[in-house]
């Protein structure tokens, strides 16, 4: 059975550090990982997708890396901001199946 | 761009009563998927439609049934509500450009069973 970790749990620092957010899961059988930002009370937005044939995604201050065979994604920020505050979430999608296994989050609070 | 529309956003039932939330996938989006995010939980996969047939299922009880309809627009129905039920729902749509299959969520429809 799929499980998927996150680490920390929770993460508080000042503006302008570089973070490294942590996601391990159990199975490296997967099709794809998305990872996620999520707002108190709202929806999730997608930040990156890595497909399972891939080592690592970028978009604007987020990089997004895979290890499938060790069952391990790391997400870095860059230059973290107030408005980065969320909470993060990673998804794996395993193979043949629709469905996305979440892992327990990160919440980060970026303070000025 | 255009993002998946889910209606209504809130909605309070009493208990044993029946819901139906509605959800708009993003345009040229052919797959659907549900899921359930309960209070301080990570969102759990309900179940899913491809081209209008239900394509994966996951714990969704079998009170619930869900459908996609010829406008690829999909709906969840609720019945013999329980308190359990209180949750937020989301919607996702996807296509598969580029064989990416990448999910984009909806707002969310929060329930709350009384």
């Known amino acids: 059975k799929q499980e998927v970790t996150q680490i920390p749990a929770a993460l508080s620092v000042p503006e302008g550090e570089n973070l490294v957010l942590n996601c391990s899961f159990t199975?490296?059988?997967?099709?794809?990982l998305q990872w996620f930002r999520q707002d108190p009370g709202k929806g999730l937005t997608s930040l990156l997708l890595i497909q399972s044939s891939q080592r690592e995604q970028t978009s604007g201050r987020l990089n997004a890396s895979l290890d499938k065979s060790s069952g391990r994604s790391t997400l870095y920020i860059a230059a973290s901001q107030p408005g980065d505050s969320a909470t993060y979430l990673c998804?794996?999608?395993?193979?043949?199946?629709?469905?996305?296994?979440f892992g327990t989050g990160t919440r980060l609070q970026v303070f000025p | 761009a255009a993002g998946v529309i889910q209606s209504p956003r809130h909605l309070i039932k009493e208990k044993r009563e029946t819901a139906t939330l509605k959800c708009y996938p993003i345009p040229r989006h052919d797959t659907v998927y549900w899921y359930q995010q309960g209070p301080g939980q990570d969102p759990q996969f309900l179940i899913s439609f491809y081209e209008k047939m239900q394509s994966d299922k996951g714990s969704i009880p079998d009170r619930f049934s869900a459908q996609q309809f010829s406008d690829y627009h999909s709906e969840l129905n609720m019945s013999s509500l329980e308190l359990g039920d209180s949750a937020l729902y989301f919607c996702?749509?996807?296509?598969?450009?580029?064989?990416?299959?990448?999910?984009?969520f909806g707002p969310g429809t929060r329930l709350t069973v009384l």
């Open positions: 996702a749509s996807s296509s598969a450009d580029r064989g990416r299959w990448e999910q984009f």
């Open positions: 998804a794996v999608r395993p193979a043949n199946t629709d469905k996305l296994i």
């Open positions: 199975d490296s059988a997967i099709y794809n």
